[in-house]
């Protein structure tokens, strides 16, 4: 299983940026998925997740009413919708795939694949 995030970039605070995993190799819809985040200096943490189904969905508390999570089992896709981004978003992002599904979806342990990352920058 390989996955691919793109969509990263350059933004000015209270912009919106759509990030996308693409996911190739095995039955994308049997994964939950998750995106992750890594600040400079900072561990890696959790951002979101939605079930392989695409019913349920997590996040966390910081990007809450802020980023959607979705996906598109038919293109093997997932996506990071980030809208009002803050200075604070700014970070590495990174999807992942996960045979768990409910809360434990929210620990990063708990994925078997994860995609290269991709750079977020918001600026002041």
């Known amino acids: 299983v390989q996955l691919q995030a793109s969509g990263g970039g350059l933004v000015q605070a209270g912009g919106s940026l759509r990030l996308t995993c693409a996911v190739s190799?095995?039955?994308?819809?049997?994964?939950?998925m998750g995106w992750f985040r890594q600040a400079p200096g900072k561990e890696r943490e959790f951002v979101g997740a939605?079930?392989?189904?695409?019913?349920?969905?997590y996040y966390a508390d910081s990007v809450k009413g802020r980023f959607t999570i979705s996906r598109e089992n038919a293109k093997n896709t997932a996506y990071l919708q980030m809208n009002s981004l803050k200075p604070e978003d700014t970070a590495v992002y990174y999807c992942?795939?996960?045979?768990?599904?409910?809360?434990?979806?929210?620990?990063?342990?708990?994925?078997?694949?994860w995609g290269q990352g991709t750079q977020v920058t918001v600026s002041s």
């Open positions: 190799g095995r039955t994308f819809s049997s994964y939950g």
């Open positions: 992942a795939a996960s045979f768990r599904t409910g809360e434990a979806m929210k620990s990063q342990n708990l994925y078997n694949y």
């Open positions: 939605i079930s392989w189904r695409g019913g349920t969905t």
